[in-house]
């Protein structure tokens, strides 16, 4: 429903700001949407694994250390797949224990986005390839026969022996990474043991391959792992990917928003909601949910971050906790629910992850695990953030700043527009 609801949701939303056409619009199909919304993110509700663990890791250092170690425990096989891979320091040294795995006959599959790792030498590649790693790129910029300009494999996942897995926001380069003097960017990734890594091994396998013979090959390498004996945590894998007719991660975010009874905190980069994000959101609130947004003070986009407090007035108005980093930039896209259920991946809460981006998230439905999420949140809030009230915002800007917002989110529409608007969902 959320595909065939696309090209209605632009049109709208686009002239909506201006014209009002889209408050027109919108009454006439509103019914008839959100029923079938509702049924859609039921259906979509039926797909946990029970036999896992989970931890959150915060991005840095120790998320960088986590990764090595996975690598140099590998025994049978490594997929990471991945938006950036650098060849820089950090870059370099995730290559060289992926390179060690590879020698050491663990079979090592990494696939990197056509367009945004265009930084890696191709002496760098070619060594990597050498070693005994089986390298790709996801759609490479004008070399593709599916070639969508705004359609790039956003997600970050790795898979150890179908048995551990990590799945965030995190690249493999620098910026992730605390390095003398320069910390990490603000990120988390969740590190999970059981069966939701078995179903990513078979989820990258098939991204992997080119043909279904070769899927078959790759998982014909793969030795079962053993079940975790801990039958506690609720995990599902969420893609979205609009081409290939998958919106689950939206689904997610829409039936959070829409079940949550006392608490949601959204931890979100590039944040500019669509309509259907924004009136489910604003209706948690009139049911007296407290909504919590941690949003960028520091952006590396400053045109989406103009843009994005363009947002800021629909946000005061609906009564929402406003909160901005303070110290670093904010990468991170994460949300906890009600001490109950956690989401954290790669997607952004823009239409670029709706419509134009594979992403992949993770969904944790357990309290203990939630609960632990949405206090480490609550520690960022109070020790990294700065609370923003809308008479502050009204003082900190001034009418030319306003109207220099307005601009850049007008003009993010039309890119995000231009870049999506010409997609073809492929048949099932």
């Given at each position: 429903?959320?595909?065939?609801?696309?090209?209605?949701?632009?049109t709208?939303s686009f002239y909506d700001d201006?014209t009002?056409?889209g408050?027109?619009?919108?009454?006439?199909?509103?019914?008839f949407?959100?029923?079938a919304m509702?049924q859609?993110?039921?259906?979509?509700l039926?797909?946990y694994?029970?036999h896992?663990t989970?931890?959150l890791?915060?991005?840095?250092?120790k998320?960088?250390?986590?990764?090595?170690?996975l690598?140099?425990?590998?025994?049978?096989?490594?997929h990471?797949?991945?938006?950036?891979?650098?060849?820089?320091i950090?870059?370099?040294?995730?290559?060289d224990?992926?390179m060690?795995?590879?020698?050491?006959?663990?079979?090592v599959?990494?696939?990197t986005?056509?367009?945004?790792s265009?930084?890696?030498?191709?002496?760098?590649?070619e060594?990597l390839?050498?070693?005994?790693?089986h390298f790709?790129?996801f759609e490479?910029?004008?070399?593709?026969?599916?070639?969508?300009f705004?359609?790039?494999m956003h997600?970050?996942v790795?898979v150890?022996?179908?048995?551990y897995?990590?799945?965030?926001?995190?690249?493999i380069?620098?910026?992730?990474n605390?390095?003398?003097?320069?910390?990490?960017?603000l990120?988390f990734?969740?590190l999970a043991q059981?069966e939701?890594?078995?179903?990513?091994?078979h989820?990258c396998?098939?991204?992997?391959?080119?043909s279904?013979?070769e899927?078959k090959r790759?998982s014909q390498?793969?030795?079962?792992p053993?079940?975790?004996?801990?039958?506690g945590c609720?995990i599902?894998?969420?893609?979205?990917?609009?081409?290939q007719r998958?919106?689950q991660v939206?689904a997610s975010?829409l039936?959070?928003?829409?079940?949550?009874?006392?608490q949601?905190?959204?931890?979100?980069?590039?944040?500019?909601?669509g309509?259907?994000?924004r009136?489910?959101?604003?209706?948690?609130?009139r049911r007296?949910?407290?909504?919590?947004l941690?949003l960028?003070?520091?952006?590396?986009?400053?045109?989406a971050?103009?843009?994005?407090?363009?947002?800021y007035?629909w946000?005061?108005r609906?009564?929402m906790?406003?909160?901005?980093?303070?110290?670093a930039?904010?990468h991170?896209?994460?949300?906890?629910c009600d001490?109950?259920?956690v989401i954290?991946?790669?997607?952004?809460?823009n239409?670029?992850?709706?419509?134009?981006s594979v992403?992949?998230?993770?969904?944790?439905?357990n309290?203990?695990?939630?609960?632990?999420?949405t206090?480490?949140?609550?520690?960022?809030?109070?020790?990294?953030?700065?609370?923003?009230?809308?008479r502050e915002f009204?003082l900190?800007?001034n009418l030319?700043?306003k109207?220099?917002?307005y601009?850049?989110?007008?003009?993010?529409?039309l890119?995000?527009f231009?870049f999506t608007?010409y997609f073809?969902?492929?048949?099932?």
């Amino acid at each position: 429903m959320l595909e065939a609801k696309r090209s209605f949701d632009y049109t709208i939303s686009f002239y909506d700001d201006v014209t009002g056409l889209g408050t027109l619009l919108c009454v006439a199909l509103n019914s008839f949407v959100v029923c079938a919304m509702a049924q859609y993110a039921k259906k979509a509700l039926t797909s946990y694994t029970t036999h896992n663990t989970a931890e959150l890791l915060r991005g840095g250092k120790k998320y960088f250390q986590c990764l090595k170690d996975l690598i140099d425990a590998a025994k049978f096989s490594i997929h990471l797949q991945v938006y950036i891979f650098d060849d820089d320091i950090t870059g370099k040294y995730i290559g060289d224990a992926l390179m060690d795995a590879a020698k050491r006959g663990v079979n090592v599959y990494v696939m990197t986005d056509g367009f945004a790792s265009q930084v890696m030498a191709t002496a760098y590649i070619e060594a990597l390839k050498e070693a005994g790693i089986h390298f790709r790129m996801f759609e490479p910029v004008f070399k593709s026969n599916d070639f969508y300009f705004g359609r790039r494999m956003h997600y970050k996942v790795i898979v150890i022996d179908a048995r551990y897995c990590l799945v965030g926001g995190i690249n493999i380069a620098d910026r992730y990474n605390d390095l003398p003097g320069d910390p990490a960017w603000l990120d988390f990734a969740l590190l999970a043991q059981g069966e939701v890594a078995l179903n990513l091994f078979h989820i990258c396998a098939k991204m992997w391959a080119r043909s279904s013979a070769e899927t078959k090959r790759i998982s014909q390498s793969l030795v079962p792992p053993p079940l975790s004996e801990n039958n506690g945590c609720m995990i599902r894998v969420r893609k979205n990917d609009w081409v290939q007719r998958q919106s689950q991660v939206s689904a997610s975010y829409l039936e959070m928003f829409r079940s949550a009874q006392q608490q949601i905190i959204v931890m979100s980069s590039y944040f500019l909601p669509g309509r259907t994000f924004r009136k489910s959101l604003s209706a948690a609130v009139r049911r007296g949910v407290k909504v919590k947004l941690v949003l960028a003070g520091e952006s590396d986009i400053m045109i989406a971050k103009h843009a994005e407090r363009y947002i800021y007035r629909w946000i005061f108005r609906n009564k929402m906790e406003l909160y901005e980093l303070s110290h670093a930039v904010l990468h991170a896209k994460i949300a906890t629910c009600d001490n109950r259920f956690v989401i954290v991946g790669s997607y952004n809460i823009n239409n670029i992850s709706a419509y134009a981006s594979v992403e992949m998230n993770l969904d944790v439905m357990n309290n203990s695990f939630a609960t632990a999420a949405t206090q480490e949140l609550e520690q960022i809030i109070a020790n990294e953030c700065k609370l923003l009230t809308a008479r502050e915002f009204a003082l900190k800007f001034n009418l030319f700043q306003k109207i220099w917002q307005y601009t850049c989110y007008q003009v993010i529409r039309l890119i995000i527009f231009l870049f999506t608007f010409y997609f073809k969902q492929k048949e099932r």
